[in-house]
C-alpha cells in the first residue's frame, strides 16, 4: 500500500494559490483513478483507490502547511505505510515554473510542509515530487509569492502540468521511483533541443 500526499492550505480563499499545487496534483490523480470520495479524519481528507496493481491512501492534510506532518504521520502510522512508499506532492522555488523533479529523500528547502512532515516522521526518505512554482519577482517576499495565485500566463500552460505532475506520481506508484525518475526528471526539449 502507497500514501500519496498532497500539500496545500485547506479553504476556498487558498485554491488557487501557487502554494496548493500539491492539493491540485493530487486532485486530478484522484480523478484519474476513480477514487472512493474522499472523508474526513486524522485531520485529513483521506480517500481510498487503486494504480495499476497497488492499493492507495490518497491524503490532503486539513491543517494548515506548517502542521501539515500530524495528519501525514497518523495516515502512515495507521496503514502500516513505510516511509519508502509515502509520495510527497509540493511546490518548489527553487525549480522553475513547470519543472518536474522526483527524488528519494533531500532536505526541506525552507518548505513548512516538508518540515512539518520531517518532524512529525522522524526522516526525510519519503518520495518527493517537486513542482517549480519559480522564484518570486525582486519585490516580492516568499511568502506572499506562494500564497499568490498562479498568473494568468501560467494558468494558460498549468492544466498540462498538472496533468504531468499527476502522471509522475501516478508512475512512482506503479513502476516505482527509479523508472518514474528515468521519465520525468529531465529537462524541457524547448530548453536543451532534446531531452536530457
Known sequence: MWLVV?????GRQYAGNRHNAGFIIVDELMRR????????????????????KAKVIFCKPMDFMNTSGFAVSRASAFWKIPPEQTVVVHDD?????GRL?????????????LRSIVAEMGTESFCRVRFGIGRPPPAWEG???????????????????????????GTIVKNGLVAAMNKFNRRKKSETGGAD
Open 6 to 10: 498532497g500539500l496545500g492550505n485547506p
Open 33 to 52: 483513478s476513480d477514487a472512493a470520495t474522499p472523508r474526513q479524519r486524522m485531520g485529513a481528507e483521506l480517500a481510498e483507490a487503486s494504480l495499476g
Open 93 to 97: 522555488m527553487d525549480l522553475e515554473f
Open 101 to 113: 523533479r522526483l527524488a528519494l529523500g533531500g532536505g526541506t528547502g525552507g518548505h513548512n510542509g
Open 143 to 169: 511568502a506572499d509569492y506562494v500564497l499568490a495565485d498562479f498568473s494568468t500566463e501560467e494558468r494558460r500552460t498549468l492544466p498540462d502540468l498538472i496533468e504531468e505532475a499527476a502522471g509522475a506520481a
